[in-house]
């Protein structure tokens, strides 16, 4: 009896692996191929309803371009908005992940009993604190999402995250991870990547990004469906400004901020859509009249800082 119990236990412990490291297609996949489609753009959004509810995009902006393709200064505005240790750690920030739930310290050191300990006062907090983990999460945490994982904040979606995390921070490294997120990361309703982005609100390809225009997309992270710079883009400017700042040598702090649970997709006004394959992957620009005023001016900085 006790032995069917361990083998049964074993059993469930090895199918419960399996789950975990089960990725299809596996992370060394990316290191020569773009995803035709990831779990983000396959997930069934929460829409508004009712007579002024926006009209969803009927076609997906998606263009993966190579690193090269793409604005230094958006990699730059990304790193500064997301993840400012990202050519830094492994895979996952447990620093910030610490702070995310109530560590004051800013080091932590597995090796100090005194860090040990006040990290373990805090682990009861965790699941009250769940929400706020979402700003500690690195770009690489976000790539692991985006590519297999729905937005569920459930613990079991969250160990198979970081599980994932460290597999594609083995298998890919910084840079591959880094053109991999910016041309799968959303930033607008069924816009994906920064080449889909840039043609939508700027009317030019990726690699032709101002400063402005990539504080304004790396601004828009994480309620791209809420603000982005065309729609609504007040609401990103705040942290557009404050990227923007850091981008011209300032020393301030751009607070990370929690995704929003049930997003409300917000189309840009667009008069046609043309869309072709290429490779399989759909390619879509759809022009705007303007977005000039979310990204030319931004706001003064703050003398005190």
């Known amino acids: 009896m006790i032995r069917r119990f361990f083998l049964a236990a074993a059993i469930l412990a090895g199918l419960f692996v399996l789950w975990l490291c089960a990725v299809w297609p596996p992370p060394i996949w990316y290191r020569t191929h773009w995803p035709r489609q990831t779990a983000f753009m396959a997930r069934d959004i929460p829409r508004a309803k ?42 996952i920030d ?28 805090l682990l009861p907090q965790i699941w009250a604190k769940r929400d706020k983990l979402r700003g500690a999460s690195t770009i690489s945490q976000q790539l692991a999402k985006n590519l297999y994982l729905s937005p569920s904040r459930n613990p079991l979606r969250k160990l198979k995250e970081a599980v994932i995390t460290w597999r594609l921070e ?61 729609y609504r883009p007040g609401r990103m400017k705040w942290r557009q400004n404050l990227i923007l700042r850091r981008m011209r ?44 005023d979310s990204t030319s001016s931004v706001p003064p900085a703050d003398s005190t800082n």
């Open 170 to 230: 083995l298998a890919l490294g910084k840079d591959r991870i880094m053109e991999l997120y910016l041309n799968v990361v959303e930033l607008g309703d069924n816009v994906f990547g920064a080449e889909a982005a840039s043609e939508l609100y700027f009317k030019h390809p990726a690699v032709k990004l101002s400063r402005e225009e990539s504080a304004a997309l790396a601004g828009s992270l994480p309620f791209p469906l809420r603000s982005n710079p065309g």
């Open 249 to 292: 040598g300032e020393q301030i702090e751009v607070p990370q901020v929690e995704e929003e649970e049930l997003p409300t997709p917000a189309p840009v006004d667009s008069a046609t859509v043309a869309d072709s394959t290429a490779e399989g992957v759909t390619e879509s620009v759809s022009p705007v009249d303007s977005v000039a």
């Open 50 to 91: 009712g007579k002024n509810a926006p009209e969803p995009r009927a076609v997906r902006l998606y263009r993966p371009v190579p690193l090269d393709s793409i604005a230094r200064s958006l990699q730059e505005a990304v790193i500064i908005g997301e993840d400012n240790k990202f050519r830094d750690h492994h895979g």
């Open 94 to 121: 447990y620093l910030a992940m610490a702070q995310a739930i109530g560590y004051k310290r800013q080091t932590f050191d597995w090796n100090s009993p005194r860090d040990r300990r006040e990290l373990k006062a």
